[in-house]
């Protein structure tokens, strides 16, 4: 059993070195990124419904 999951813990070693390391702080950037975009966006997509809640007299 310790030889799966050392063969597991070395597969995501090398993975990581392989793949992580040489992005650098890319990853990271990127998925803040995303996020950002994806807040603003909703964020704009529900001051719209708000309003148009308000115009229809729906909001509580």
């Known amino acids: 059993m310790q030889d799966i999951w ?3 813990a070395r597969l995501l070693m ?3 070195d392989a793949l992580l390391v040489p992005f650098g702080w890319m990853p990271v950037t990127a998925m803040i990124l995303v996020m950002a975009f994806g807040a603003i966006y909703w964020l704009m997509l529900q001051g719209r419904y708000n ?5 229809r ?4």
């Open 14 to 16: 090398f993975t990581f």
């Open 51 to 55: 309003r148009r809640a308000k115009e």
């Open 57 to 60: 007299n729906e909001m509580p």
């Open 6 to 8: 050392f063969a597991i």
